[in-house]
Each structure stands twice: as C-alpha cells, then as structure tokens.
C-alpha cells in the first residue's frame, strides 16, 4: 500500500519537496511477535544502530522510501521519525494507550473495584520512556522545514523518563480510585481475561454517562494492555536517545507524566470516557 502511494504521489506531484515517514521504536526491537526471541541492542537506542536481522515492515517502508526518492534525483528529501510509546487522542486507533487504560479504569469505578495494577515488577518498576503526539509533530513539522533535518531518521520521545509506577496513581486520580501497585507475580493478572464479556457494562457506562456512542472494542485494546505491563522490562525496553535530534537542532520536549494526564483529559472532555 505504501509503495502504491508513494509512487504514485513521487510520479504524479512535481511541487513535491519532502516525504516525512513515521515508523517506531520497533525499528530497534523488532515485530511484536519477535520480542524476546531474537538478539536485540542495548538500549539507549540511536539512529545509527544496525537493522536486526529479522523480516520488520519499518525495514521495507524506509526502502520503498529511499527507492523512490532516488528516482527524484535529489529534489525530493526526506525524514523517519521513530517515536517510543505514544500518548494521544485518538478514539477507535488500535495502538491508543492511553485510551485503553482509562476505559479499564471506567469500568473498575463502575464495578466499584480497585484500580490493580495486572502486570509484572520489570513493567512497574524499570525506566521507559514515551512520545507525545503534539510532540511528534512538531518533531515532522521541523523536519520538513530545517535544511538540518534533511535525508536523516530521528527518535521522538519525550527527552525524560519515567516508570509505571508513576503513572498509575495519576490514572486512579483522574477516576477517583483507590489503587495497587505491584503484590507479586501471583496476583498477576491479564486485563484480557479480566474484561472479557465487558461489553454491557461499557454500553451501560456510555449511556448512563451521555458518551459518545462506542462499542468497547472499538476504545479499547486489551492485548495492547497486556503487552505493556508484562512485557515491558522483561522482554523489551524502550530507552530511546534524542541526542541526534537535539544536535540537529530540534529542542522540543515534553513533561512525560503531565502529559499522560493531559491526554486522560482530553479523552474526558470529547465524552469518550467518563
């Protein structure tokens, strides 16, 4: 689809100046289905780090990107932007974080259960890092204006760090919660499981609440949930450097936990969750 894309635009768009591609961290770590199995770098993770040695769609995206630029002879630039984990608005997406977990925080207050928190002690306790999606693009928006940023891929996250741990109690204050932290592998628990036959509870959630009209499964990725919790510091870590943006001449930065709580907001106030 990409190469479709391109190559038409490429061919056809004679005003065409610059092609900005958005990939991830998993340039680093590899396809979801991966982690864990094969080799990966040691984090903090930079641009110039070799390709891992393994089939990852990013790898074949900046390819038909380059292919195709080449045939430009020059006039056409480009830039790949390589975000961590993002936080944003953005109701219905499959890979929306933030999302998810308010929706699991909705339905604990509406069952008047405690905010738990499902996942592992490497997940709660060891340093990650996040990109926010104001952030990112002003990071494409740099790119495609700065004679500096020109034919060069950069990291996107916040220019901090910070833990789970954290961010939990900000997601129970947000909806009026009590909360656990970690309480040992044996209360350990998949959300997954934890939510499955959930989707009365949420119709009853957005009717009760005068929410815009959702089905659960269209707000809320539960394997997505499951996979940071538990997978985080096990498996993967996301410890991405921005020294290459900021030598560059790209500055921007966000406060990691204000941001997560402003996109809890923002979720809350378009009626998405309560």
Avoid at 53 to 77: H, K, M, S
Avoid at 129 to 152: G, S, T
Avoid at 189 to 196: C, D, P
């Amino acid at each position: 689809m990409f190469r479709n894309i391109i190559s038409a635009v490429v061919t056809n768009c004679s005003n065409l100046v610059h092609i900005s591609l958005q990939t991830g961290t998993k340039h680093y770590i590899g396809p979801f289905e991966l982690i864990g199995k094969i080799w990966q770098p040691e984090p903090p993770y930079t641009e110039d780090m070799p390709r891992l040695d393994c089939p990852n769609f990013y790898y074949d995206q900046e390819d038909i990107l380059f292919d195709e630029v080449a045939r430009r002879g020059g006039t056409v630039t480009w830039c790949v932007h390589r975000p961590s984990v993002i936080f944003g608005f953005s109701p219905r997406s499959v890979f929306n974080t933030v999302c998810s977990l308010c929706v699991y925080a909705a339905i604990c207050r509406k069952e008047g259960l405690t905010l738990r928190w499902p996942g592992s002690l490497a997940s709660w306790d060891e340093f990650c890092n996040a990109a926010d999606a104001d952030l990112i693009a002003e990071q494409h928006i740099w790119a495609a204006v700065d004679p500096m940023a020109k034919n060069e891929a950069f990291n996107c996250c916040n220019g901090d760090i910070y833990k789970w741990k954290q961010l939990w109690p900000i997601l129970a204050e947000c909806f009026g919660l009590e909360w656990t932290g970690y309480m040992g592998e044996e209360n350990r628990f998949k959300v997954s499981e934890a939510m499955v036959g959930k989707e009365a509870v949420w119709a009853e959630i957005v009717k009760e609440n005068g929410l815009i009209e959702t089905q659960l499964c269209e707000v809320a990725n539960w394997w997505l949930v499951d996979m940071v919790v538990n997978e985080h510091g096990a498996n993967w870590k996301l410890l991405d450097s921005m020294n290459k943006s900021k030598e560059h001449g790209f500055l921007g930065f966000r406060n990691t936990l204000k941001s997560f709580k402003a996109w809890i907001d923002k979720t809350m106030d378009y009626k998405i969750v309560p």
